[in-house]
Each structure stands twice: as structure tokens, then as C-alpha cells.
């Protein structure tokens, strides 16, 4: 029975926080995916570089991680979605093939193929990053089970667990930096029972296509943006597609998007890519001004290439981005973050939660 505890001190600006919700251990070996709103601080008692067990299924072992093809990364399904597949099995612990072609994926809501490229590892194809400012980039095509508010589906991170290098505040400043690159209608709360960030998908993805079913191309990366199946907004004068950005700003306004959706008679496709996180060395850069070693900073938690339904909480796709240094650390590691909070905290005196 999960019990709510008194809420935390305020972060800056006085806003004040949510109370924290408290329960009881699960066995470590069968956690329950659908208990994750009912999420404390310390769950389980972990250390900071104990892994949560709602992720432990798909936790690679040192072995893996050094034979991985991509070393010092591995991917893997996230176990918090429940009945997910990907090339036909549900088993987390199963690599996703990465930095070559496309995986089936299948889940609740969403049936498609995915296609992830990562830079700087042994296994990146030569040409994929050349001459383009980005660490990752995704591609995605499929069709809907059900009709999904369109402004419902988001792309960012999820957080099962607190990191006691990085005090709330930061957090927030740090996440809400982070999702104001892709879009202003970014969704931001540390204080949830689990943390998170994330993007509305057509306000954030660089290319968007919506297509009837006969229409849809093979080559995924060959499609080229045009969503006016989705809304007619998505046309200009003349009738032909907008724009990605012109599409990126006009879906940033929500009232926009009120009524759209993405339904079962077409195939979408969706093009992702970002340049801040570098899953080779595991680092966060925000356009010179920060440098965050993310091993140390998620306290075990990997990177997700995470979309979503937000209003029904049920997911598209998700996948755990691991690192060798994040879960096997060969030596104690700095608190970068700690002395970036620090850092801030002399920047703007007041800052720092009293």
C-alpha cells in the first residue's frame, strides 16, 4: 500500500513541491511496471549506482557490454513497457541491433519498424554523421492500433529514480534547458513521481509524414515532410506541405494541434535526431555553457529513446541507451554535478533550495 509523505522544500521561485509518494518493496525480482506512480525516494533503498529494479530485467552485464558490437554501449527494450516487441521477442534483456538497418517494434498502441544510429562507435556506418551537427538520429514508420490525440504524443525521458548529485532545482533549470531546444510547449516536472521531460513529437521531430497506406516508401529515410493528412494547417497557400520548421512552429502551439489525430488508416513516418547527448562518452553539452557527465549525474539510469501517449500513459516505443561507465564505474567518479550546483548557486545567490 503506497502511503504519501510530507512534501519537499521548495524549489526556487517558491513553487511548492509535490508531496513524495512512498511504498512498499516489491520482491526484486517482479517488480510491477504499473506500480511506477507510486514512486518514493530511495525505492528498494538503492545506492546511487544500484540499478532500479523496474530496469534491472534489461540491465547488461559487464561481459555483454565488452563483447556489445557498439561497445561501450549496449541498447535494450525498456521493461517498463509492458508487452513490448521488438523483431518478435518481449525479453529485455535482448539487444536492439543498433547502427545497422530497421527492427520490427510492436506495442499496445503502435506497429512499425525503428531504425537507431549512434555516433562514435565501433559499429556507426561510415558517412551516417558526416558533415552533420548530431550524436543520434532515429527513424520511425508504422501505423496507429487506435486513434491518439496527436498533441498527446511526446518524445523525452522518464526518471525512476532521484539523483543525489543533482539537487531539484538544478534538475528542473537542467531539464527545462534541455526540451526548450526542441520545442516551447515542452512538458517539465521533477517533482512527479517520476521525473521527465518531453517534447510534443510534431512540435520537436525534423521530418513528419503522414501517408495512406499504398503510399508509404520503403526507404524510410527517403520520405520527405508533408503531414497534411493530419491537419489542414499543415498546407500552405498553394496547397503543398509546410515546412519542417514552419511545421515544428506551427504544431508548437498547442491550441493547434486541439482535435488532430493520428489514426489507423495511414503510415507515419518520423525522423529524430539530437545533438546535445553524446551516448558514446555519455556526456550533456548545452551549446558551451554546460558540460555534464551524465555516468555520474543519472545515478544509474540510462538515456531513453522514449514516444509516448501522455494523456493514456501508454507507450510507442522505448528503449534503454546503457553505458559501461554509468552501471560499472572502474573508479570512484567526481560529483560533477555537485559542484556544477555549486557553480550555479554563486551565479544566482538565492538559488540553491534553503
Excluded at 299 to 325: G, N
Aim: glycine residues 6%; neutral net charge; contains cysteine.
Amino acid at each position: 500500500m503506497a502511503t504519501l509523505a510530507g512534501p519537499q522544500p521548495a524549489p526556487p521561485g517558491g513553487k511548492a513541491a509535490r508531496p513524495t509518494v512512498i511504498a512498499e518493496a516489491l520482491p526484486a525480482d517482479s517488480p510491477s511496471p504499473r506500480q511506477r506512480d507510486a514512486h518514493p525516494e530511495g525505492f528498494y533503498g538503492l545506492g546511487h549506482n544500484d540499478v532500479h529494479p523496474f530496469h534491472k530485467p534489461a540491465q547488461p552485464s559487464r561481459e555483454a557490454m565488452r563483447a556489445s558490437p557498439h561497445y561501450p554501449v549496449v541498447v535494450t527494450k525498456n521493461p517498463i513497457v509492458e508487452g513490448q516487441r521488438v523483431d518478435g521477442t518481449a525479453d529485455p534483456s535482448v539487444p536492439i541491433p543498433i547502427n545497422g538497418g530497421a527492427v520490427t517494434i510492436e506495442t499496445e498502441v503502435f506497429v512499425g519498424r525503428l531504425e537507431v544510429h549512434l555516433k562514435g562507435l565501433p559499429s556507426t556506418k561510415k558517412g551516417m554523421f558526416e558533415g552533420k551537427k548530431r550524436f543520434f538520429q532515429i527513424a520511425v514508420q508504422g501505423k496507429f492500433k487506435r486513434e491518439v490525440a496527436a498533441d498527446a504524443v511526446c518524445m523525452g525521458q522518464e526518471f525512476v529514480k532521484e539523483s543525489h548529485a543533482v539537487p531539484a532545482w538544478l534538475s528542473e533549470l537542467l531539464f527545462t534547458a534541455a526540451s526548450k531546444v526542441f520545442s516551447n510547449s515542452a512538458h517539465v516536472d521533477v517533482y512527479a513521481p517520476l521525473p521527465y521531460f518531453m517534447n510534443p513529437m510534431l512540435a520537436a521531430c525534423q521530418t513528419a509524414n503522414a501517408c495512406r497506406d499504398e503510399d508509404a516508401q520503403e526507404d524510410m529515410w527517403a520520405v520527405q515532410e508533408d503531414m497534411r493528412l493530419v491537419a489542414p494547417g499543415l498546407a500552405d497557400k498553394s496547397g503543398a506541405p509546410l515546412s519542417s520548421d514552419k511545421r515544428r512552429k506551427w504544431c508548437d502551439n498547442p491550441k493547434n494541434l486541439e482535435g488532430c489525430k493520428f489514426v489507423p488508416g495511414l503510415t507515419y513516418t518520423l525522423h529524430i535526431w539530437q545533438h546535445l547527448i553524446d551516448f558514446s562518452s555519455y556526456k550533456l553539452n548545452l551549446g558551451g555553457i554546460l558540460n555534464l557527465d551524465l555516468a555520474h549525474a543519472l545515478a544509474a539510469q540510462p538515456l531513453q529513446l522514449t514516444c509516448k501517449d501522455i494523456k493514456s500513459d501508454v507507450y510507442l516505443f522505448s528503449a534503454l541507451v546503457w553505458h559501461e561507465r554509468l552501471i560499472y564505474p572502474d573508479e570512484p567518479q567526481p560529483a560533477e554535478a555537485s559542484k556544477l550546483a555549486e557553480r550555479f548557486a554563486k551565479l544566482w545567490p538565492g538559488s540553491r533550495r534553503q
